[in-house]
């Protein structure tokens, strides 16, 4: 163990490094932070926030501690939370897709075993990259259950959890997976067209707020113009 990983179990309580050490594996093969790393990262910028503002400001004694807290928890929220917000909404678009595919598959009379290999073959997304990475780990003696359970811990996304974890139940207990799946993928849809109706309906709003900030100043432009004209000559 280096000196930088002894220094964060000192400052960081197990259980918090933990939790902060399985955001990081949700947010996927792509993140640039390890769990020591993040921490250093988290407890150089607020410092630095800290310190700069004493040294910039006036009052910076006083406004300080507040920016420095404010830093620590922007920090976290811009590389963990907001990440994950995204890639669980990008994953859970993804998911109907690649479950209609997979159901077709089952239905054609494979196993799940071979329907997901089937599936992950033929769909190019980063979910059907983290079902790939989870049927890898089979090579080296996990079995499916355990693999799709290590893959769930790796997905923040409830939906897609709660479908793999129907998917485990469903596999174990020898039940049907169709059944299972027809349901998950009517699921998805519904998700998918609330969604869409959402964003329509948010179009409104963001045209009212284009419209203020932008074509009502120039209306009012066009209309005060002359006599503005006019008042300065």
């Known amino acids: 163990m280096d ?3 002894k220094f964060i179990e000192r400052i960081y309580g197990q259980k918090e490094l933990d939790n902060i050490k399985a955001k990081i594996k949700c947010l996927g093969k792509d993140t640039k932070y390890t769990a020591t790393t993040f921490c250093m990262s988290r407890i150089i910028i607020t410092a630095l926030a800290f ?3 004493i040294l910039l400001t006036d009052m910076g004694y ?5 920016v420095a807290i404010i830093c620590y928890y922007l920090f976290y929220y811009l590389n963990i939370t907001k990440k994950l917000k995204e890639r669980n909404r990008r994953l859970e678009h993804q998911a109907l897709y690649f479950f209609e595919i997979l159901t077709l598959t089952l239905e054609s009379g494979r196993n799940l075993e071979n329907a997901l290999i089937v599936t992950c ?4 997304s980063e979910i059907s990259s983290q079902f790939k990475s989870a049927l890898d780990e089979m090579k ?3 079995s499916l259950i355990e693999a799709l359970g290590d893959l769930k811990k790796q997905i923040s996304s409830d939906i897609i959890g709660n479908i793999i974890l129907n998917i485990i139940q469903t596999n174990r207990f020898g039940n049907s997976i169709l059944d299972t799946l027809y349901n998950e993928v009517d699921f998805l849809r519904q998700k998918e067209l609330l969604t869409t109706k959402e964003q329509i309906n948010k179009i409104p709003n963001k045209v009212s707020i284009i419209s203020v900030l932008f074509i009502v100043p120039l209306i009012l432009v066009l209309i005060l113009g002359p006599y503005l004209i006019e008042f300065i000559s």
């Open 62 to 66: 006083i406004y300080a501690p507040f």
């Open 121 to 124: 073959e033929n769909v190019d």
């Open 140 to 142: 080296y003696g996990k």
């Open 51 to 53: 310190i700069l503002t």
């Open 3 to 5: 000196e930088q990983t």
